[in-house]
């Protein structure tokens, strides 16, 4: 099985900063067909933006 590290480095990695909408996370997310989205403010991680996410605290 392969190490994470390939796995990653496979695919270019994209964040989002806090400020961005909802609706511009989950469109850049389609676009880019990723299920997920570091959020970075200041080249700081300060939490992750997934599917799940917009299926439990936003549909729901």
């Known amino acids: 099985m392969k190490p994470i590290s390939d796995l990653v480095s496979e695919r270019p990695l994209y964040s989002i900063t806090p400020n ?3 609706a ?3 469109q ?3 676009e880019k067909n990723i ?3 570091p959020v970075v ?3 700081r991680l ?3 933006f997934s ?3 917009i299926i439990t605290r936003v549909i729901a």
Do not use: H, W
């Open 20 to 22: 961005k909408t909802v």
């Open 35 to 37: 299920g997920a989205l």
């Open 46 to 48: 300060v939490g992750i």
């Open 28 to 30: 850049f997310m389609a």
């Open 51 to 53: 599917e799940r996410d």
């Open 24 to 26: 511009e996370a989950a």
């Open 41 to 43: 403010e200041e080249g």
